[in-house]
Every structure is written in C-alpha cells, then in structure tokens.
C-alpha cells in the first residue's frame, strides 16, 4: 500500500473526531501530503552511493481563511504529516539531517485554496536516518551537522554524482542511459510546441517562447527547464500553477505530466529517440 493511501487511511480514523472541521477547507491535508513528497524528491541532494539527503524541516503556506481552519489542529496534523514524510524518505531510501517538522503559516497574499511549501535542510548535532523517530533537537541546529560526511566536490568513483544544482536537476536514472536523445514538446489545444532550449517561458506576453492567449494567465507565468527529470518553475504568477492536479510552484515533469494555467491545460511530453 502507498505511504499516502496510508495516510489518507489514518486521517480516515480521525474524520469523525478533531479532523472533522479540517476537511471542510479548500485545502485538503492529502494535498498538503503529495505537496511534501514532490518537495522531497525535487530538493533531494546525493552525498555519495549510499546517502542520498532531503530536506527535514518543512513550511506550508496557507491562505488566511485555510490557515484559520486548520490552524486549531496545526499540532496533530504536523504530527501525521511529518509522519508521512518519515514514511516516503523510508521506501525511497532517503536521508534527513535532523528531526522532520512541519509548521503551518499564513500567506496573505495566496487565495482561497492555494498553497506553498517551501523546505529547508537543518541538521541536529546527530543525523536522522529514514524511519528514525524524531528525537530532541539537542545541540541546535546548523549545517552541516556534526560528524556528516562532507559534500563531495567532484563525482566519487562508480559514476555517483554530486547532488542536483541549484535549477533542481538530478542526475540521471537508470531509465535513461547515458547519451539517450530526449525529445521534449508541450502539446496545448492539439497544437504541438518542441522544447529545443534549456529552458522554456510561457505566458501571456509576445515575449515569452510560447504564448498563451488567455485572461488568467499572467505575462511570463511558468518555465520549463529540461534535465533529468525536467521541471517546471512558477514565475511569481499571479494565479499560479496546477500540476498532475496540485497546486504547486515547482514540480517534476514526466511525460504526460497535466499543467493548468489559468483555464488553458498543457500536456508536457518526453520521448527517446
């Protein structure tokens, strides 16, 4: 069974008792759940073969009238949250740095519905491995902690690479060989756009590389950046983004992956060869 199928199991048991109010948000905890994972996979740093570091300290912004809603239960639900967290960095094999936290807070400038979350990586002076309980917080908090390895500074031997730089990128997976052409396109309305630049700007604007002739959407919304995996960024839009379903403002991009700007849906497409 998925971590979040477990977990929108655990909630289920609560629905009756202090989570009941939760769920007449617009903001549903799952989302706030898959949000968490995404944030994990696309800040994932490799330290060397065998540890791969992600960050442990976590904020989920949130409109003012969700904050007001879920606010009151901010403790149990940080709780079940950073459970979750523990759950996925387990099954991915994942590292933290120290204890996982999850805090709520309030953004006045996001609508009804909307949400960020931004995460940050703070070591405790002893490491947390995934599956480890959250101890105390002990010598504080710096980076790196006391005894970590040190970050390689070039690509130890066996091929394993540092981790990703700052665009987000990974290195590459075992579905990609090395040297595979990737062909990349984005497909809005039956139309097909190629992707033949690192990176790409849609918006509103006759300046973006491809323009989006639509009332919601802002001048220069989003970009798309190729790489291993590609990935698509939020440029301070005003509506923001939809991706595969969840608010968001940046995420990974895999073919077939579903984009909503504004009332226009975008499809990105990958394929070898």
């Not at 540890?51 to 809603?69: C, G, Q, Y």
């Not at 980076?143 to 390895?149: H, T």
């Amino acid at each position: 069974m998925g971590v979040l199928k477990r977990f929108e199991q655990r909630l289920e048991g609560l629905v009756n008792g202090t989570f009941a109010k939760v769920f007449k948000s617009e903001v549903q905890p799952v989302e706030i759940a898959g949000a968490l994972q995404r944030e994990c996979d696309n800040n994932a740093t490799i330290w060397n073969r065998d540890r791969t570091v992600v960050p442990n300290d976590f904020i989920v912004e949130l409109s003012a009238p969700d904050f007001e809603r879920l606010s009151p239960y901010s403790g149990q639900l940080g709780d079940e949250l950073s459970g979750l967290v523990r759950d996925y960095a387990k099954q991915q094999r994942y590292t933290f740095m120290g204890p996982i936290k999850v805090h709520l807070e309030k953004a006045d400038d996001l609508d009804t519905g909307l949400y960020r979350v931004r995460s940050r990586t703070l070591a405790s002076s002893t490491s947390q491995t995934p599956g480890s309980q959250a101890g105390p917080q002990g010598g504080g908090y710096g980076y790196p902690p006391v005894g970590a390895p040190p970050m390689p500074a070039a690509p130890p031997p066996g091929g394993s690479r540092p981790g990703p730089p700052a665009g987000g990128q990974r290195p590459q997976g075992p579905g990609t060989p090395q040297g595979a052409h990737v062909r990349r396109w984005i497909e809005i309305n039956g139309t097909r756009h190629q992707i033949s630049r690192p990176t790409l700007v849609l918006g509103r604007s006759t300046d973006a590389d491809v323009r989006i002739d639509d009332p919601g959407v802002s001048r220069r919304h989003c970009e798309i950046r190729t790489g291993t995996p590609s990935t698509i960024q939020d440029l301070g839009s005003t509506n923001g983004i939809v991706v595969d379903g969840q608010h968001t403002t940046r995420a990974t991009l895999r073919d077939g992956s579903r984009i909503v700007v504004g009332s226009t849906t975008i499809v990105y497409r990958q394929a070898e060869g």
